[in-house]
């Protein structure tokens, strides 16, 4: 397993219940979370002192309620500095189990001692596309959401990344790929993290299990003659590590050759010492 143990602003602080406890910066919130399917007492205070709640309803979706939690704050991790606020369907802007990816990713960028052209496909608040332009990369940013790939540029100019080599783009991230493979673009390095579920702008159905062979295949395409690197992310239940190595080796490593790897993602969480799963990652490479 990949685990994201290099924070300071975050921590999972126990789990019980189907809901986790974490701390936030200064702030503490209470998430549910489909992995912990166990109960176990709640002796940390933080269960009780919580700064935000996100219930769960049972007809689907949730609420949150809040103690005493401003409606935006910021968190750091190692240069980068994220804006975070709740918001529908339980999130904050951010997913910390990634950071394990951002720092691999990092380091291919800066092993390279070359400059990198790098993709990042559905990039959401941009902290991938952040870690490779602090590694020193040139990074095109591209998600569906407008507000999203706003929020990614809040989140650069928080950082001290304005100036950075950042392509912003609003697009779909199959049409985008399509249209630069006609254009002859390639890139040395492709970061995907997919939805499991979504709709294109013609309202075409986007899911992960059926789609993401096919896109995978695609994306491919983009890849330079001597690419770095590919990584895949899910969280799509299902799609288990051995399904990520398997598609990255039929699409990726059968045609550019270079290193197949996928296992779990998770935080360690500091009451117990476990480590709470948080999906899986494909990485192929090359040096």
Not at 52 to 71: D, K, Q, V
């Amino acid at each position: 397993m990949w685990i994201a143990d290099n924070w300071k602003d975050y921590e999972v602080l126990d789990t019980s219940g189907g809901e986790k406890l974490e701390r936030w910066g200064d702030y503490i919130l209470v998430r549910p979370d489909p992995q912990v399917i166990w109960d176990t007492p709640r002796t940390n205070p933080g269960w009780t002192t919580r700064n935000g709640h996100y219930h769960r309803s049972s007809r689907g979706g949730g609420e949150w309620e809040f103690f005493r939690l401003p409606e935006e704050w910021s968190i750091r991790y190692d240069r980068l500095t994220f804006r975070l606020k709740p918001f529908s369907f339980k999130h904050t802007g951010l997913f910390p189990e990634q950071a394990v990816n951002w720092d691999w990713c990092g380091s291919m960028i800066r092993s390279s001692r070359r400059p990198l052209r790098i993709l990042n496909l559905f990039a959401y608040t941009g902290g991938a596309t952040l870690s490779a332009a602090l590694a020193g990369a040139s990074v095109t940013h591209v998600d569906a959401s407008r507000g999203m790939v706003g929020w990614a540029k809040e989140n650069a100019a928080a950082s001290g990344l304005s100036e950075a080599p950042i392509r912003w783009l609003v697009d779909d991230c199959v049409k985008f790929a399509e249209r630069e493979i006609r254009r002859g673009s390639k890139y040395d390095g492709i970061i995907m993290d997919p939805p499991s579920y979504g709709r294109g702008p013609k309202g075409e159905i986007w899911k992960m299990e059926e789609n993401i062979f096919s896109f995978l295949t695609l994306t491919a395409r983009l890849l330079s003659d001597d690419a770095k690197f590919l990584l895949l992310n899910s969280y799509t239940t299902g799609l288990q590590p051995a399904v990520l190595h398997y598609m990255l080796s039929a699409a990726v490593a059968r045609k550019f050759g270079g290193t197949v790897e996928a296992g779990e993602i998770g935080l360690p969480v500091t009451d117990t010492g476990l480590i709470l799963p948080c999906g899986a990652s494909g990485r192929w490479s090359r040096s």
